[in-house]
């Protein structure tokens, strides 16, 4: 069997780095992306036992920086069979009417944006290969809109318009295209959203079974180890306690 070679982005943390670490257990070598380099570093310790790995540091919504470190990747990462387009947060919680434009920016630029720009370094390499997979890692956010979702919401319902969007302008070349939208995951999502209030993050995560990181990564395993003929396009993953972006079952 050939083994594989896996970008993923957003892997410092959460969703990301719980991926990177099951497919290094599954023997799947890495490619492991953030803005944290101390943090890249002590996954790429952890894991280069396991698998090869290969730590990239840039932010996503940085057109040059994207480029540049994609090409930089090394000959033993020319190919890049999976694509995980994790990368992205919400930063606020507000009405749409006080919100925060820095935020809409940062949404629109790294969850919208920051896709689309590391996609396009990837998929030629994909097109020329004639094989890949790209995962899109949207939300529950994607499918509906909640109150103070607003932009977070947009920036989420982009994601999985871009995704069926891949999915139709890529078929025939070989490349496999979908979307994971997870409910709510107890990750440091909530810490990013509030600004470093733990207290106020800890919170949304409270009087539930909420999903962790590790449920994703399995989710995500599952979906890049079927059968090439086997494309899982759009999955809505969401605690048993979570019904819609609003009804949860807290006690
Ligand atoms: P975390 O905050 O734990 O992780 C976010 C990751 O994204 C970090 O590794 C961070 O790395 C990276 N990231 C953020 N901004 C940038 C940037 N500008 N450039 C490069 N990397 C960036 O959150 P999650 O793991 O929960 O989130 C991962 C994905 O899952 C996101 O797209 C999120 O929207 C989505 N999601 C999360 C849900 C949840 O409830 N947690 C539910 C549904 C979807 P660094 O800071 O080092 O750059
Ligand atoms: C994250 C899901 O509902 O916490 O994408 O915004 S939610």
């Known amino acids: 069997m050939n083994t594989k070679n896996a970008l993923i982005t957003g892997a410092t943390s959460g969703i990301g780095r719980a991926t990177a670490k099951l497919f ?14 101390d943090r890249l570093n002590e996954l790429e310790k952890e894991l280069s036992a396991k698998v090869k ?16 470190a994609i090409e930089s990747l090394p000959q033993a990462f020319a190919q890049i069979d999976i694509l995980i387009n994790n990368a992205g947060n919400a930063h606020g919680l507000d009405t749409i009417q006080d919100g925060s434009i820095d935020d809409w920016e940062a949404m629109l630029d790294i969850n919208v944006k920051g896709l689309l720009y590391v996609s396009k370094a990837v998929m030629p390499k994909m097109i020329a290969q004639k094989s890949g997979h790209i995962i899109n890692i949207g939300s529950t956010a994607a499918k509906e809109v909640y109150p103070k979702g607003n932009v977070y919401c947009a920036s989420k319902h982009a994601v999985d318009a871009l995704n069926q969007a891949m999915r139709i ?37 409270k009087g539930f079974h909420p999903l962790v990181a590790d449920d994703i990564a399995d989710i995500i395993h599952f979906v890049v180890t079927r059968p090439y003929h086997v494309n899982i396009a759009d999955l809505v993953v969401m605690s048993t306690d979570q019904a819609t972006s609003t009804i949860v079952n807290k006690n």
């Open 24 to 37: 290094a257990q599954n023997g799947i070598n890495v490619i492991i992306c953030g803005r944290r380099q």
């Open 169 to 205: 302008d890529l078929n025939g070349l070989g490349i496999r295209v979908g979307a994971v939208h997870p409910g709510m995951v107890a990750t440091e999502f909530s810490e990013v959203r509030f600004k470093g209030d733990t207290q106020k993050a800890a919170n949304v995560y």
């Open 53 to 68: 790995v290969q730590t990239l540091t840039f932010d996503v919504a940085d057109k040059k920086a994207v480029f540049k």
